[in-house]
C-alpha cells in the first residue's frame, strides 16, 4: 500500500518561498503511469489543486499559482517536491501530497496527512 | 478555472438517502468522465469514494454511487449511517487541469 508523507517548515516568511517535499514509501516513484500532485486547504475551507507532475517530470499547474509554482521529483530519494515562491498570508493552509488512483487515473486516490504551513509576516 | 458547484449542506436521518449535487462546465465535468468524490471527516485527510464517475475504490461500501448528467456529476449515499457525518468534495479533470468543488456538509440527523 503507497503511503506519503508530507515535511518541510510549519512557519514561512511572508515574501520568501514555501518548501515542502513528500517522501514515498511502498512504491516507487518511478512506477510510471501514475501522477504526484500537491493540493492544500485553506482553514476551514475547500481543497485546492495545486499542480501534478509525473515520474518522468512532465508538469502541470493551477494557473493561479502556475507562476509561482515549482514541482520537482527525485527518483533517487523516492520524493517529490513543491516550491511556492512570494508567499503571503493567503498561503497558510494545510498541504496535502496525493497520487493518483491508478494509471491514467485523473482523482487522487492516496494521500498524505497533510502538514500546516503559516505564512507570518 | 473556477470552482465547481455544491450545496453548502446536506441532511438526512439514518437509512435514509441524500445526494450531493456537482455542477460544472462542459469544459470540466460535462467534457470528461473523470469526476471524482472524496469524504473528509474533521481533521483527517480527504479519502476517495468514487472516481471516473461511477467507480469505487476497493473497500467503499456500495451505499456510496455516483452518476452524471450533462454538466452536473451527483453523489447518492443510501442508508444513511451516523459515520457518514462528514464534508464530501467533487472533483474534475478539466481543460486547465484538475478543479474542485467548494465542498458539501452532510449532517446526519
Known amino acids: 500500500q503507497v503511503q506519503l508523507q508530507e515535511s518541510g517548515p510549519g512557519l514561512v516568511k511572508s515574501s520568501q518561498t514555501l518548501s515542502l517535499t513528500c517522501t514515498v514509501s511502498g512504491g516507487s516513484i518511478s512506477s510510471g503511469g501514475h501522477f504526484w500532485s500537491w493540493i492544500r486547504q485553506h482553514p476551514g475551507k475547500g481543497l485546492e489543486w495545486i499542480g501534478y507532475?509525473?515520474?518522468?517530470?512532465?508538469?502541470y499547474y493551477n494557473p493561479s499559482l502556475r507562476s509561482r509554482l515549482t514541482i520537482s521529483v527525485d527518483t533517487s530519494k523516492n520524493q517529490f517536491s513543491l516550491k511556492l515562491s512570494s508567499v503571503t498570508a493567503a498561503d497558510t493552509a494545510v498541504y496535502y501530497c496525493a497520487r493518483a488512483h491508478g494509471y491514467g487515473d485523473y482523482c487522487f486516490g492516496f494521500w498524505g496527512q497533510g502538514t500546516l504551513v503559516t505564512v507570518s509576516s | 478555472q473556477s470552482a465547481l458547484t455544491q450545496p453548502a449542506s446536506v441532511s438526512g436521518s439514518p437509512g435514509q438517502s441524500i445526494t450531493i449535487s456537482c455542477t460544472g462546465t462542459?469544459?470540466?465535468?460535462?467534457?470528461?468522465?473523470?469526476v471524482s468524490w472524496y469524504q473528509q471527516h474533521p481533521d483527517k485527510a480527504p479519502k476517495l469514494v468514487i472516481y471516473e464517475v461511477t467507480n469505487r475504490p476497493s473497500g467503499v461500501p456500495d451505499r456510496f454511487s455516483g452518476s452524471k448528467s450533462g454538466d452536473t456529476a451527483s453523489l447518492t449515499i443510501s442508508g444513511l449511517q451516523t459515520e457518514d457525518e462528514a464534508d464530501y468534495y467533487c472533483?474534475?479533470?478539466?481543460?486547465?487541469?484538475?478543479?474542485f468543488g467548494g465542498g458539501t456538509k452532510l449532517t446526519v440527523l
Open positions: 507532475i509525473y515520474y518522468s517530470g512532465r508538469t
Open positions: 472533483s474534475s479533470y478539466s481543460n486547465s487541469g484538475m478543479v
Open positions: 462542459s469544459s470540466d465535468v460535462g467534457g470528461y468522465n473523470y
